[in-house]
């Protein structure tokens, strides 16, 4: 089969050992150099795996497994008996035994490795999608927290005002200390080479405390939220320029700087 297959449920027909006898050997010849066909033969077989687990599973009846054991010692016996009648050499015997299980023994390995392999696809593909899940949980968190904030009457807006000979830019800080939630807003030209921006909490008491180091690209706004300490009294924000990564206290000159009310 030089071509693609032409119907994509060959794909599933041939997962499920059902394709036509004529079509089995070059359809498969055809996937064993085929990317793109051998990725959709993947998903077939993980399809058919999930089909096969989804399946209701049904009680046997309390008679089937005597029924069972039952056929299994009477086809025993019929197979010693015939071992006796026809008097077999041992080593003749051995060889018709090992003719029969060395290719099933080699198709439930085959048969393991496949399943193993499909299982652990599945695996990575459901603890992607965990990944993601908590991904877009962490977003909707963030924007109902936002909404929440801004929407508070408690919440305080400071704006944030260039300083005389510094890069340009606008700012505004929102806080509210019952949610203990900062955001902040904003767009500045871009930091000097090897410098960063950092914004600093300035309290009534203590140290200024640092609230994000930022980097901003031209014409596009920075904006992040975080967690205000506990006990934390506003008296003042402001950005500086800072060796790049931040300092654990502001070093340089102030860019934006506004007073808390």
């Known amino acids: 089969m030089s071509a693609h297959p032409t119907r994509e449920e060959d794909f599933d027909l041939y997962a499920l050992g059902a394709l036509d006898a004529e079509e089995c050997g ?4 055809h996937v064993a150099v085929c990317a793109e066909c ?3 033969l993947a ?4 399809r058919v795996v999930l089909l096969a687990l989804a399946a209701p599973q049904v009680a046997p009846s309390s008679g089937a497994k005597q029924r069972l054991m039952a056929r299994i010692h009477a086809d025993a016996a019929a197979s010693s008996q015939r071992a006796m009648n026809t008097e077999e050499p041992a080593e003749v015997r051995t ?6 299980l060395v290719p099933a023994l080699g198709a439930l390995a085959v048969a393991t490795i496949v399943l193993w392999m ?3 696809r599945l695996s990575r593909d459901i603890a992607s999608m965990h990944g993601a899940i908590a991904v877009q949980q962490k977003e909707i968190d963030g924007a109902a927290k936002m909404i929440d904030l801004i929407g508070s009457t408690d919440t305080v807006v400071v704006n944030l005002a260039a300083q005389p000979g510094m890069p340009k830019g606008t700012a505004h800080v929102m806080y509210n200390m019952k949610m203990k939630t900062l955001m902040y807003d904003g767009e500045l030209e871009a930091a000097p080479a090897g410098k960063s921006y950092q914004l600093w909490v300035v309290p009534t008491n203590g140290n200024p405390i640092s609230a994000g180091v930022f980097t901003p690209v031209p014409g596009q706004t920075d904006h992040w939220m975080m967690d205000m300490p506990e ?11 800072e060796p790049a990564g931040g300092m654990p206290q502001p070093t340089g000159p102030k860019v934006l700087l506004g007073a808390a009310s």
């Open 95 to 100: 060889r018709w035994w090992a003719a029969i």
């Open 118 to 120: 499909q299982n652990e």
């Open 231 to 241: 006990g934390l009294v506003p008296k003042a924000f402001a950005v500086t320029v």
């Open 43 to 46: 998903e077939a077989r993980g």
């Open 26 to 29: 070059p359809f498969g010849e």
């Open 38 to 40: 051998a990725a959709k």
